[in-house]
């Protein structure tokens, strides 16, 4: 996007709902930065003139102060997260017992493990349509519906069909889910912390996988365990459900559905006029979406085509497609579904392994916790390659644990795969938040649903060709091999791409991200490689000063 003085070029004869003339609305500028807070006020005075003349929605909520709205918001919308961890965990459990009483050959229990990725795909699929026509609110609640229907399925199960079908459900579910709460979250906060709050995401990801596990173990000793544990995600679903009905729309979805009446109201409730930088982003917000608008309706009918002919989106489906691949393909997702089962390949006995999976889930709910809160002061690039290593040595040490003999030295094959376990989940737990906070914002206002349509479908591919390929993989390349040659080898190429293609975000409105995807990459590039060189003298410096110049 342009500087807001060219958008105000741009729009010298257009003319808002109220007939006034643009230049009349929209504020001067003080220099390159802001508006005159005069005109933003007149324009926002005519707003609420128009909003009171609007019928209040049945399930309407308000509370008196805008920040703790947000919260709240974020705290609903992110429990899809929470669904989305603890159906993931649950097959783990479910695992151990599920396919002895259904009689599931390998083939049959590898396909009821990668169903629910399997059918996220198609869920993913409908994002677009479901965000576009629908919006990112009603998309949630399609999503919990389908949680419940999938759930049911599962807990009723008599056979690998009916199975098969409830976790494809629940996963269609998740892929809805996944690709709407973190853009409605984003769409809906302040930039100085949209990192953070997308990041709870995958903190609430990490908390229902956590939970799985734990709801595996509650039942363990109950008699058809896995339909208890299996089912036990409806009471989640029906909560999420329940709250959504009460959460309003993003206010960018409907600025960008030409409703900008209802998008002050909801900003009004959610986010507050009480501060300069606050206005400034909702004029600034509406002044960029109507030109979208503007734009698409002057040139081509299916905005989609811009990821092929336009260098900025395709930049940004690249960049987004790019991080997703990187997150699934170092096998997270497998190592989460059978990780019930690799413990007990290691001599855990049935009970312990299911209690001590909840190791390897633990330590990626603490992991992301650091994400949550430093991920908006340290940046984007700086936190993706910051991690990327630390998984890495994980890997390693889980290779190596599996190389030692758990019948000849049971204390060490646990230990060192343990220890590579917690580092390899803790440290992908602060990783995994990137692979939602940077689709959620890359993409411009119009090709947002779209865009997300590619990253969740791309997600979850990967998510189902890792988890059902998991056991052929291990069997044909080993253990160490799986998990350090191809999983570590993907980490390793990954960190070399972050440092010289991945832009920095951090602090940034949507619509300055607009901008920087807008450079040329041979520019984005040059950047970085000159913030990688300044990092590596900084230290050199500071190694150099820390041995020649020891501190007293």
Request: hydrophobic share 45%; aromatic share 12%; glycine share 10%.
């Given at each position: 996007?342009?500087s807001?003085?060219?958008?105000?070029?741009?729009?010298?004869?257009?003319?808002?709902?109220?007939?006034?003339?643009?230049?009349?609305?929209?504020p001067?500028?003080?220099?390159?930065?802001?508006?005159?807070?005069?005109?933003?006020?007149?324009?926002?005075?005519?707003?609420?003139?128009?909003?009171?003349?609007?019928?209040?929605?049945?399930?309407?909520?308000?509370?008196?102060?805008?920040?703790f709205?947000?919260?709240?918001?974020?705290?609903?919308a992110?429990?899809?997260?929470?669904?989305?961890?603890?159906?993931?965990?649950?097959?783990?459990?479910?695992?151990?017992?599920?396919?002895?009483?259904?009689?599931?050959?390998?083939?049959?229990?590898?396909?009821?493990?990668?169903?629910?990725?399997?059918?996220?795909?198609?869920?993913?699929?409908?994002?677009?349509?479901?965000?576009?026509?629908?919006?990112?609110?009603?998309?949630?609640?399609?999503?919990?519906?389908?949680?419940?229907?999938?759930?049911?399925?599962?807990?009723?199960?008599?056979?690998?069909?009916?199975?098969?079908?409830g976790?494809?459900?629940?996963?269609?579910?998740?892929?809805?889910?996944?690709?709407?709460?973190?853009?409605?979250?984003?769409?809906?906060?302040?930039?100085?912390?949209?990192?953070?709050?997308?990041?709870?995401?995958?903190?609430?990801?990490?908390?229902?996988?956590?939970?799985?596990?734990?709801?595996?173990?509650?039942?363990?000793?109950?008699?058809?365990?896995?339909?208890?544990?299996?089912?036990?995600?409806?009471?989640?679903?029906?909560?999420?459900?329940?709250?959504?009905?009460?959460?309003?729309?993003?206010?960018?979805f409907?600025?960008?559905?030409?409703?900008?009446?209802?998008?002050?109201?909801?900003?009004?409730?959610?986010?507050?006029?009480?501060?300069?930088?606050?206005?400034?982003?909702f004029?600034?917000?509406?002044?960029?979406v109507?030109?979208?608008?503007?734009?698409?309706?002057?040139?081509?009918?299916?905005?989609?085509?811009?990821?092929?002919?336009?260098?900025?989106?395709?930049?940004?489906?690249?960049y987004?497609?790019v991080?997703?691949?990187?997150?699934?393909?170092?096998?997270?997702?497998?190592?989460?579904?059978?990780?019930?089962?690799?413990?007990?390949?290691?001599?855990?006995?049935?009970?312990?392994?299911?209690?001590?999976?909840?190791?390897?889930?633990?330590?990626?709910?603490?992991?992301?916790?650091?994400?949550?809160?430093?991920?908006?002061?340290?940046?984007?690039?700086?936190?993706?390659?910051?991690?990327?290593?630390?998984?890495?040595i994980?890997?390693?040490?889980?290779?190596?644990?599996?190389?030692?003999?758990?019948?000849?030295?049971?204390?060490?094959?646990?230990?060192?795969?343990?220890v590579?376990?917690?580092?390899?989940?803790?440290?992908?737990?602060?990783?995994?938040?990137?692979?939602?906070?940077?689709?959620?914002?890359?993409?411009?206002?119009y090709l947002?649903?779209?865009?997300?349509?590619?990253?969740?479908?791309?997600?979850?591919?990967?998510?189902?060709?890792?988890?059902?390929?998991?056991?052929?993989?291990?069997?044909?390349?080993?253990?160490?091999?799986?998990?350090?040659?191809?999983?570590?080898?993907?980490?390793?190429?990954?960190?070399?791409?972050?440092?010289?293609?991945?832009?920095?975000?951090?602090n940034?409105?949507?619509?300055?991200?607009?901008?920087?995807?807008?450079?040329?990459?041979?520019?984005?590039?040059?950047?970085?490689?000159?913030?990688?060189?300044?990092?590596?003298?900084?230290?050199?410096?500071?190694?150099?000063?820390?041995?020649f110049?020891?501190?007293?």
């Amino acid at each position: 996007m342009g500087s807001l003085k060219d958008v105000e070029a741009t729009h010298d004869d257009h003319k808002d709902a109220a007939g006034l003339e643009m230049e009349d609305v929209l504020p001067d500028l003080k220099g390159d930065a802001a508006f005159n807070e005069a005109a933003m006020d007149a324009e926002l005075e005519h707003l609420e003139t128009q909003l009171r003349e609007l019928k209040p929605s049945r399930f309407e909520f308000k509370l008196s102060n805008p920040t703790f709205f947000t919260y709240m918001l974020v705290a609903f919308a992110s429990m899809g997260g929470l669904l989305s961890g603890l159906d993931q965990s649950l097959i783990s459990g479910a695992n151990l017992d599920m396919p002895g009483d259904l009689h599931l050959s390998d083939s049959m229990s590898s396909l009821v493990n990668a169903g629910m990725p399997l059918g996220a795909v198609a869920g993913a699929l409908t994002l677009g349509p479901a965000n576009e026509y629908l919006g990112r609110r009603m998309a949630i609640i399609v999503s919990c519906v389908l949680y419940t229907i999938g759930a049911a399925l599962e807990a009723g199960a008599i056979n690998f069909g009916m199975m098969f079908s409830g976790r494809f459900i629940l996963g269609m579910g998740v892929g809805l889910e996944g690709g709407t709460v973190p853009v409605y979250v984003a769409e809906c906060v302040p930039s100085r912390i949209r990192g953070n709050l997308v990041s709870l995401y995958q903190l609430n990801i990490a908390l229902g996988e956590v939970l799985g596990y734990a709801v595996a173990a509650i039942f363990f000793d109950v008699k058809g365990n896995w339909r208890y544990i299996l089912g036990s995600s409806l009471v989640f679903s029906t909560i999420l459900l329940v709250g959504m009905l009460f959460l309003p729309e993003s206010p960018r979805f409907l600025m960008h559905k030409n409703k900008p009446v209802e998008a002050y109201g909801v900003w009004k409730r959610i986010r507050g006029f009480n501060d300069l930088a606050a206005k400034s982003e909702f004029l600034g917000m509406r002044q960029s979406v109507e030109t979208e608008n503007e734009e698409q309706a002057h040139t081509k009918k299916y905005a989609w085509m811009d990821f092929l002919t336009n260098a900025r989106a395709r930049r940004a489906m690249v960049y987004a497609n790019v991080m997703v691949f990187l997150g699934q393909f170092t096998g997270v997702n497998a190592v989460m579904y059978y990780m019930s089962v690799l413990m007990s390949n290691i001599g855990f006995d049935n009970r312990t392994s299911v209690f001590m999976s909840l190791v390897g889930g633990g330590s990626l709910l603490i992991g992301t916790i650091p994400a949550v809160m430093y991920m908006e002061k340290f940046g984007r690039r700086y936190w993706a390659n910051a991690m990327l290593p630390g998984f890495f040595i994980g890997l390693v040490l889980v290779g190596v644990g599996y190389q030692i003999d758990p019948n000849n030295n049971r204390s060490a094959a646990v230990g060192v795969y343990l220890v590579g376990i917690i580092l390899y989940m803790g440290f992908f737990g602060s990783y995994a938040c990137l692979t939602w906070v940077i689709p959620a914002e890359v993409f411009p206002t119009y090709l947002r649903s779209y865009g997300m349509v590619t990253a969740d479908a791309n997600l979850f591919l990967c998510s189902f060709i890792v988890t059902y390929n998991f056991t052929a993989m291990m069997k044909s390349m080993t253990r160490i091999g799986l998990t350090l040659g191809f999983y570590g080898g993907i980490a390793a190429l990954g960190w070399f791409y972050q440092i010289i293609f991945m832009p920095e975000t951090k602090n940034k409105s949507l619509e300055e991200i607009d901008d920087l995807f807008s450079k040329p990459t041979s520019v984005i590039v040059k950047q970085n490689m000159k913030s990688t060189a300044q990092i590596v003298r900084d230290l050199s410096r500071f190694r150099f000063k820390k041995v020649f110049y020891p501190s007293p």
